[in-house]
T-cell receptor, first 112, second 111 residues
Framework: DVKVTQSSRYLVKRTGEKVFLECVQDMDHENMFWYRQDPGLGLRLIYFSYDVKMKEKGDIPEGYSVSREKKERFSLILESASTNQTSMYLC???????????FGEGSWLTVV | RKEVEQDPGPFNVPEGATVAFNCTYSNSASQSFFWYRQDCRKEPKLLMS???SGNEDGRFTAQLNRASQYISLLIRDSKLSDSATYLC????????????FGRGTSLIVHP
C-alpha cells in the first residue's frame, strides 16, 4: 500500500511564525503536491513538484514556498504565518503518467 | 469558468435509493478521470477511475462522456455508510499531469 505521511497532524502557531509542514512518501513517486482545503472552496493547489529540486506554482502559491531535496520528501513552508493560512493542508503523491494520486492524512494548521 | 464543476448538494436520499452525480470539465484535452470519496475531516481516497467505456464496481458505476465533457457517478442501493463528499478529479495533460478537483458533492443517506 502507498504510504504518504504528514508528520504534523495538528499545529497551532502564532502570526509571523515560520511553519514547516513535512510530507514523506514511500512509493518512489515522481510527482508530489501540496493542497489546502477550506469549506466551500474545495481543494486548491499550492505547489507541486515533478522531480527532485523541481517545483512549480499552483493556483495559490502566495505566502508559501516548498522544498524537495529528496525524492521522497516534499516540504511546505510558511515563511510568516498569517491567520488566513488557517486551513487543512493535504500532501499528495502520484506517478507521472496521470494515474491515481494518494493523499496523506492532512495537517490541520491554526494560526492565531 | 471553473475547470471542473460539481453540484455541491447536499443530496439527501433514503437508504436503498439510487443517486447520480455529474461533473463537467472545461478542458477537452483532459486525459484521465477519477472519483474520490472524502469523509468529514479526513483525506480524499480513491473511489474509482473512470474509463471511456464506463466501468462498474459493485454498487458504483462511473461513466465518461467526452463529447459533452462530463463524467458521472451512479450509486445504487445507497447505504448509510455512503454518506460522504464525492470529488470529481480530472487530470490535465501537457507535460506533467496536474490533478484538478471539483469542489465535491455532498451525499447524505438517511434511514
Amino acid at each position: 500500500d502507498v504510504k504518504v505521511t504528514q508528520s504534523s497532524r495538528y499545529l497551532v502557531k502564532r502570526t509571523g511564525e515560520k511553519v514547516f509542514l513535512e510530507c514523506v512518501q514511500d512509493m518512489d513517486h515522481e510527482n508530489m503536491f501540496w493542497y489546502r482545503q477550506d469549506p466551500g472552496l474545495g481543494l486548491r493547489l499550492i505547489y507541486f513538484s515533478y522531480d527532485v529540486k523541481m517545483k512549480e506554482k499552483g493556483d495559490i502559491p502566495e505566502g508559501y514556498s516548498v522544498s524537495r531535496e529528496k525524492k521522497e520528501r516534499f516540504s511546505l513552508i510558511l515563511e510568516s504565518a498569517s491567520t488566513n493560512q488557517t486551513s487543512m493542508y493535504l500532501c499528495a503523491t502520484g506517478t507521472g503518467d496521470g494515474n491515481t494520486i494518494y493523499f496523506g492524512e492532512g495537517s490541520w494548521l491554526t494560526v492565531v | 469558468r471553473k475547470e471542473v464543476e460539481q453540484d455541491p448538494g447536499p443530496f439527501n436520499v433514503p437508504e436503498g435509493a439510487t443517486v447520480a452525480f455529474n461533473c463537467t470539465y472545461s478542458n477537452s484535452a483532459s486525459q484521465s478521470f477519477f472519483w474520490y470519496r472524502q469523509d468529514c475531516r479526513k483525506e480524499p481516497k480513491l473511489l474509482m477511475s473512470v474509463y471511456s467505456s464506463g466501468n462498474e464496481d459493485g454498487r458504483f458505476t462511473a461513466q465518461l462522456n467526452r463529447a459533452s465533457q462530463y463524467i458521472s457517478l451512479l450509486i445504487r442501493d445507497s447505504k448509510l455508510s455512503d454518506s460522504a463528499t464525492y470529488l470529481c478529479v480530472v487530470n490535465l495533460s501537457g507535460g506533467s499531469y496536474i490533478p484538478t478537483f471539483g469542489r465535491g458533492t455532498s451525499l447524505i443517506v438517511h434511514p
